[in-house]
Nanobody, 120 residues
């Protein structure tokens, strides 16, 4: 079965750091682009960061540029989101996403989410 499992969320003080992990199984990890999304209460889910399947290109939401870093480890089949200089506004449930295009059809998978709370 295809599965994405996030971990690493928790409570952190403003200015602190967390590293989220997304462990993948059931598909060819290297063939997929990986992304992190987040959803705060009362708000729509938004893209936070993305990385290409080759790992050569990344993109970030303006609100996290310079603070967050997305990366992937093919050997461990795991994607990461390093979150530094955290703000209260970063509080949300963070979701891992994997996607690719196969013969013109999009294949996409989601993790269950992990809670990040930034508070003093």
């Amino acid at each position: 079965q295809v599965q994405l499992v996030e971990s690493g969320g928790g409570l952190v003080q403003p200015g602190g750091s967390l590293r989220l992990s997304c462990a993948a199984s059931g598909f060819t990890f290297r063939s997929y682009a990986m992304s992190w999304y987040r959803q705060a209460p009362g708000k729509e889910r938004e893209l936070v960061a993305g990385i290409t399947s080759a790992g050569g290109s990344t993109n970030y939401a303006d609100s996290v540029k310079g603070r967050f870093t997305i990366s992937g480890d093919n050997a461990k089949k795991t994607a990461y989101l390093q979150m530094n200089s955290l703000k209260a506004e970063d509080t949300a449930v963070y979701y891992c996403n994997a996607n690719t295009i196969w013969s013109g059809v999009r294949l996409e998978y989601w993790g269950q989410g992990t809670q990040v709370t930034v508070s003093s």
